[in-house]
């Protein structure tokens, strides 16, 4: 979708809190959803990955819900830590059981900050 | 480090100047793809490699701009007559086949 530019979504809490970021994705279409965590400077770094087929998934101290009705993605993260701290985005992409070549198309971004 | 290495990390050019830049993927992986980036937006597709072949160019990909990956390993994009709009951190990222993309560290161009 489009962004608007640099006035990112801001979400501060505090270290050990839980943190929930939200994401509405563009194309219906798309069936393959990623989270990714880019810290200043580096590139995005993976975190969680979802398919359509799925509306929950989890890895380690993070779930990631997909609810394809309202086209929205959230990614939880539990006992946020100060290394958590980064800029995190949600991606789409057509998979296509794997036919497609599986551009991402990237959503806003939300800047998370965790406080000791 | 997610195995994908960019080079160099920075550059800064004076307009009408060419660049290149080069990525290396995993070792194994098929499919390599250059993303451009500015300043608080999220990663924006401009073109994509299935082993050596080009498969797909963004509309982003201006004539100034050409990829290659000539034996399937490495890729280089180079920009011709750079302008301050080019300004960006250019991204690159593989995968095998459809599984998840790693993303190197990029390169942060400045045009001055």
């Known amino acids: 979708g489009e962004s608007v530019g640099l006035h990112l979504p801001t979400l501060s809490v505090q270290e050990g809190d839980n943190s929930i970021i939200n994401c509405a994705y563009s194309?219906?279409?798309?069936?393959?959803f990623i989270w990714y965590k880019q810290e200043s400077g580096k590139g995005p770094q993976f975190i969680i990955d979802?398919?359509?087929?799925?509306d929950k998934r989890q890895g380690q101290r993070v779930t990631v819900l997909l609810n394809k009705t309202v086209k929205h993605l959230s990614l939880q993260i539990a006992a946020t830590q100060p290394g958590d701290s980064a800029v995190y985005f949600c991606?789409?992409?057509?998979?296509?059981?794997?036919?497609?070549?599986?551009?991402?198309?990237f959503g806003q971004g939300t800047i998370l900050t965790v406080h000791p | 480090d997610t195995g994908v290495s960019q080079d160099p990390r920075h550059k800064i050019t004076k307009r009408g100047q060419n660049v290149t830049f080069r990525c290396d993927p995993i070792?194994?992986?098929?499919?390599l793809y250059w993303y451009r980036q500015t300043l608080g937006q999220g990663p924006e597709f401009l073109t994509y490699f299935q082993n050596e072949a080009q498969l797909e160019k963004s509309r982003l990909l201006s004539d100034r701009f050409s990829a290659e990956r000539p034996k399937g390993s490495f890729s280089t994009l180079e920009i011709q007559r750079t302008e301050q709009g080019d300004s960006a951190m250019y991204l690159c990222?593989?995968?095998?086949?459809?599984?998840?993309?790693?993303f190197g560290p990029g390169t942060r161009l400045t045009v001055t």
């Open positions: 990222a593989s995968s095998l086949w459809n599984q998840k993309q790693y």
């Open positions: 070792s194994e992986h098929n499919r």
């Open positions: 979802i398919r359509s087929n799925m």
């Open positions: 194309n219906s279409a798309s069936d393959y």
């Open positions: 991606a789409e992409s057509l998979d296509a059981g794997g036919t497609s070549y599986g551009k991402l198309t």
